[in-house]
């Protein structure tokens, strides 16, 4: 790690021993500083296009598109990237059967409702609506021409789609569909968080 180094070793030589799902953690460890690390390029490469396009900006507007920068390569990093800092680092397995995709709804859930622990269940289901939340909330919030609910949704299926997609040819997740419902719904979930909070900003004039 290149960031998170020393907390992350601190971090495991306190609780690697008395945590069941430690790795849990340490994949969010480096999840994290991967998307520290490439947030620090999406900020330079940005700062470069405002100078180019004399594009006229906020820092509040800036601070908040970097946030949401952040929040996709986390997201990214913890689902697809899991193993390596850059694409060198990965192999791709184009032969993979596509039989090795779950393409029926609600069968990996039902598996994970019937475990012995049901903590898997709760953090498939409920992680992967919470974990989209963000994207539907940020792609309104920041866009400023079409806000419709179906294309915020669309793009959110979409980037889902994606991970799915990369996670097959990586070889780094199980590709289901379930997934892919979930985090839609969590699109749609924080698309209508993001209206509600707009519409009361918009009533009470803040």
């Known amino acids: 790690m290149i960031f998170l180094g020393p907390l992350y070793n601190y971090v495991s030589n306190q609780y690697a021993t008395r945590i069941n799902h430690f790795p849990l953690i ?13 947030t620090l390029f999406f900020i330079i490469l940005r700062l470069i296009w405002i100078k180019w396009k004399h594009k006229k ?28 800092y850059f694409l ?6 184009w032969h993979r059967p596509l039989s090795q995709i779950n393409t029926v709804p609600l069968v990996q859930i039902l598996k994970l409702l019937n ?8 953090y498939n289901l409920y992680g992967n609506i919470i974990w989209f939340v ?9 866009g400023k021409k079409d806000r419709k609910f ?3 949704v669309l793009i959110g299926a979409l980037i889902s789609t994606s991970i799915e997609g990369f996670q ?6 199980v590709t289901d569909i379930d997934d892919v419902i979930l985090n839609t719904v969590g699109t749609a979930v924080g698309y209508l968080i993001y209206f509600v909070g707009n519409w009361l900003k918009n009533r009470i004039k803040i």
Do not use: C, Q
């Open 57 to 84: 900006t906020s820092f509040t507007h800036e601070f908040w598109v970097t946030v949401f920068a952040f929040y996709v390569f986390l997201l990214f990093a913890l689902t697809v990237f899991r193993d390596g």
């Open 134 to 142: 963000p994207m539907g909330f940020f792609i309104p919030a920041l």
């Open 88 to 93: 060198w680092d990965f192999k791709f397995y």
């Open 150 to 152: 179906f294309k915020v």
């Open 168 to 173: 097959f040819i990586l070889n780094t997740g």
């Open 115 to 122: 475990a012995k622990s049901l903590i898997d269940f709760f």
């Open 26 to 38: 340490r994949l969010s460890f480096y999840g994290a500083d991967k998307a520290i690390l490439y």
